[in-house]
């Protein structure tokens, strides 16, 4: 069985072509909303940028929800340990009954808190060779966010997606928290607002990212940023589709979907799928057959929490990171053919 799939842009399969995989083809690592769908990646990801692509190496990270989560732990000054930790705590998270926006908060800042650990968040921007880039999305005029008024907006922002994605703009703005890189700027498409990220708002800033309408509360009043109430980066930027990914080199991008679409309101539009913007990217996909061989035949997803107790679903969600160790020995495997390694098309 082959485990994974290896996907690529245009100019990404040239360059591999030419050379094989080698990490200095690479300056940038992304990575996705989609809740627990990274778990089998959680390996890969370690594997990546902790052992693949040397520390001295710069590299830049960019995320958005849960994915946002993934790579402030590889800015962690220690990586290895704090991406571990993320991946514990996210999986042991427990809910007796349907939770409060508030109890989802509480769990999100105790994964973050567990992430960070002993170093602090001032440590996850201080590293010379990682810099860390979080998407976050204001909720326009909605402060006062009650659930008849976020039903009708999300029934809104549906709406306006359908006739156009710009017409997301009416009802959210778009933030890009940066540690200071400069590789994803512009980052296109959407109307982009930036911000520093600093110790001063990083919690906030992830706890937003990850903080979903409905289930969770956002943040109100992020420093640094306009006031008003941030949620879920997936909103916009559901996988990352930005027309700055084609310059430069290329990008490092384990996902969980073998195509790319632009925001979270995109999932049922299979003719907004990406394409264009993907000619620098390399994605690195399950294969059918590795999925196949998952827990319920499956990647995890937020239904897990009610179909499953939350035992059976902690042990489920422990064994898709166990077995996302064959995506790490199909990677190195896909590594060592060098230029004869096998590449699909992305775009």
């Known amino acids: 069985m082959n485990a994974l799939r290896i996907l690529a842009g245009r100019h990404a399969r040239d360059q591999i072509a030419q050379q094989g995989l080698q990490p200095a083809l690479f300056d940038r690592f992304i990575a996705a909303s989609g809740g627990p769908k990274w778990l089998p990646l959680a390996a890969l990801d370690r ?3 902790t052992q693949w692509v040397p520390r001295e190496q710069p590299m830049e990270l960019l995320g958005t929800s849960s994915g946002g989560w993934r790579c402030a732990a590889l800015c ?5 340990a704090a991406h571990q930790r993320l991946q514990q705590a996210y999986i042991n998270q427990r809910y007796e009954q349907y939770p409060s926006e508030q109890e989802v908060r509480d769990n999100c800042l105790g994964i973050i808190d567990a992430l960070v650990a002993e170093a602090g968040l001032a440590a996850l921007l201080a590293q010379p060779t990682r810099t ?23 029934g809104l922002t549906a709406l306006v997606n359908l006739v156009s994605r ?9 933030w890009l928290f940066s540690a200071g ?5 512009p980052l296109g498409g959407l109307t982009t607002h930036p911000a520093r990220l600093t ?12 903080s979903i309408p409905m289930l ?10 306009r006031p008003g109430r941030y949620m879920d980066g997936g909103i916009t930027d559901y996988h990352l589709d930005f027309p700055v990914l084609g310059q430069g080199k290329l990008v490092l991008y384990p996902h969980f979907n073998p195509f790319v679409l632009p925001g979270w309101f995109d999932k049922s539009l299979k003719w907004r799928r990406a394409g264009a913007n ?18 319920a035949a499956r990647i995890p997803d937020r239904g897990d929490f009610k179909r499953y107790g939350n035992e059976q679903r902690i042990e489920s969600w422990n064994r898709c990171c166990q077995q996302g160790q064959a995506l790490v020995s199909a990677f190195q495997q896909a590594v060592a053919e060098g230029r004869q390694v096998e590449i699909e098309k992305l775009d």
């Open 47 to 49: 594997h990546l940028l």
């Open 76 to 80: 962690h000054p220690q990586p290895e």
């Open 132 to 154: 860390l880039n979080l998407i976050a999305c204001r909720w326009r005029g909605m402060r006062n966010h009650s659930r008849p008024r976020q039903l009708a907006n999300l």
């Open 166 to 174: 710009s017409g997301l703009e009416l009802l959210w703005e778009r």
């Open 181 to 185: 890189g400069a590789a994803f700027e």
């Open 199 to 210: 110790p001063a708002n990083l919690e906030a800033t992830l706890l937003a990212t990850g």
């Open 216 to 225: 969770s509360p956002g943040e109100l009043d992020i420093d640094g940023a």
């Open 278 to 295: 993907l000619s620098n990217v390399v994605l690195l996909v399950p294969s059918p057959e590795f999925v196949a061989g998952l827990p």
